[in-house]
């Protein structure tokens, strides 16, 4: 993707080159100027309303109080990340002493088992939610088509689709933990129940809103298409990939958008509520520590849950430029 065609960046290559200079200042106040005085304004709001809220552990933090907290978490990542190098060099240091007694001595090299950081807890979140969300999409962008391309199919799926779709997340969870636990049996198991437990969950939530955009999007491939289609004697699957993917993917996409959004929501109150480590985590485990420090914490995950989501439908929005053939697609 040329990133020229970024709103943000091609008005200042423009203004550089000489081309068009009002036009593109105005191009750069809109696309740079006006966000960034939204943001200002939103943290003078928060600013001022933050110095006349006062809770039972203090005053509601502010921007500022936020960004302590913020270089606070950094430093104490900091700081794990020493202890776990300090506690690998000790063990390398131990092992090569008992192998220069005894080489045929049997070392072992113990995991570092520290409590997880701030960025530990994001990194899970990001893994869970994009398992999740990929097999939920492996699994919906099939079922979308066959449903799309088939009227008896769709009037087959559609009063489940019509009944799963409005359930909470909050409702899937029991079943999917106890279902889980007696299914997931393993002395050594690959991965961690609570792990299974919130991706099963994100999975079980963001199928639909994919599996309704995709067989919508496979709806809208025109008549004549369909003609081609035929008179060229394409085979089911050629049929598929030449022409209902390349029609279907703008209104694929859309609900491949929404159902991340989804979630990253649902994450993070699976991991709250069912404690699994995550974000969703930190976050309660600040609330039920009740420091003076709390506050600020949770506010610096709020913000951080809000970026991460952001920067994943960004992400999501490039990827559909890159393998849409409509390269109109704004990313905004």
Sequence with gaps: MNPLKWSFVEP????????????QINAMVRSIGLPL???LVFLLLWQGASSHIHTSLGQFPGPVQTYQQFVALEDEAK????????????QEERNAKRLEKNPDAKVRVRDYVGPPTFFDQIGRSLITVMSGFILASLIAIPIGIVIGLSSNAYSAMNPL???????SPLAWLPLVTMVVSAVY?????MFDKAFLNSMF???LCCLWPTIINTAAGVATVTQDLKNVSQVLQLSWW????????PCSIPMMFTG???SLGIAWMVLIAAEMLAQNPGLGKFVWDEFQNGSTNSLGRIMVAVIVIGIVGFILDRGMLMIQRAVSWDKSVALR
């Design 79 to 90: 700081a794990e990340g020493q202890k776990e190098k300090a506690f690998y060099q000790r």
């Design 12 to 23: 200042v290559y423009k203004l550089i080159i000489g081309e068009d200079r009002k036009g």
């Design 161 to 167: 689709i019509q009944i799963f779709k409005p359930v």
């Design 37 to 39: 005085a939204g943001i």
């Design 238 to 245: 050629t049929h598929v990939r030449k022409i209902v993917l």
């Design 201 to 203: 969950t994100v999975l």
């Design 185 to 189: 049996t393993s002395d050594d198991p």
């Design 256 to 258: 491949l958008r929404i």
